[in-house]
């Protein structure tokens, strides 16, 4: 138990790490829609050096095992990030700030003081961003089950 509850911490910390101190200006690339594949590969081989680095750490797990795993990240995160960051899959959806909020919510109620927004373009925008918070949950979940079936295999050769 002690072994997965640090590994889950580790993996949180890297996670963490890889996808904000370390994402430099540049890797934010991966949003284009042209050369974004060296931005989205580099953010994606920060993930894959910590996981190797932290399987590594545990010691107990065969070296083509950890690589494995660190490629495993990889493709998964470079997938997930691919599909949230491009205009033709999820990254289409755009969010709102607090204001535009308020401001879409009065027009579709009726309210003038929403401005002067058509009411179907203050509801595609809600949807839109209802849409884009989804897409931020979908990234976050995969990221961690990605975690998960790493912390599980690496288990498995503890025992």
Known sequence: MTA???????F???????DYPLQRPWMLGKFKEKGWVLPLAAHCLVHAAF???????????PLW?????????FGAHFLMDRAKASKKLLGRFEPLNAYQYQAMVAVVKGDPIGGPYPVAEAKKRLSSNRWFWHSIGLDQL????THYVIILVFIVFLF
Do not use: E, P, S
């Not at 996981?51 to 797990?61: A, E, N, Q, S």
């Not at 995969?142 to 089950?145: E, T």
């Open 142 to 145: 995969v990221h961690h089950l």
């Open 12 to 18: 949180q910390i890297k996670h963490f790490l890889a």
């Open 65 to 73: 095992v950890v690589v494995c795993m660190a490629g495993f990240d």
């Open 4 to 10: 997965i509850f640090i590994l889950l911490l580790l």
């Open 51 to 61: 996981t190797l680095v932290i399987g590594l750490f545990c010691g107990w797990i």
